[in-house]
């Protein structure tokens, strides 16, 4: 079954596995910006968790990279990513904005874990 990241549903389980250098990460800082907007989660309401402190610090910067990037689109900043313009779209409003607002603004407050990190 093919993942749409515009459109697959978040209810059931899902696994997304796959090969180095195949854009895990690019595909987790979409669902992480969905999640924001589409079930209306703050960022001390979602966890992330990978292998690796390496792993971890560049999933934590890509989020907030991304999520920034997606805010600059609702205050009026041109994007060239088709997916943020996309999801921009599909949530327009003064309500999205400020979602992303306090999500860029408080994500120090962000889960993001290794996995052995998560445990303890």
């Keep these: 079954m093919s993942l749409d990241l ?7 389980r899902s696994l997304i596995e796959a090969s180095a250098g195949t854009g895990k990460t690019w595909t987790l800082t979409a669902l992480y910006a969905r999640l924001l907007l589409e079930q209306q989660l ?3 309401q979602m966890l992330v968790v990978t292998y690796t402190t390496a792993a971890t610090a ?3 910067e890509r989020i907030r990279a991304r999520l920034a990037e997606l805010l600059a689109l609702y205050e009026g900043t041109p994007s060239t990513d088709p997916f943020l313009s996309e999801l921009h779209s599909r949530h327009p409003g003064e309500e999205a904005r400020r979602r992303l607002l306090l999500a ?9 874990f290794t996995i052995h990190g998560f445990c303890q």
């Design 6 to 12: 515009q459109t697959s549903s978040f209810t059931g």
């Design 104 to 112: 860029v603004h408080g994500f120090d407050e962000a889960a993001i």
């Design 58 to 60: 560049e999933l934590r």
């Design 42 to 44: 703050s960022v001390s």
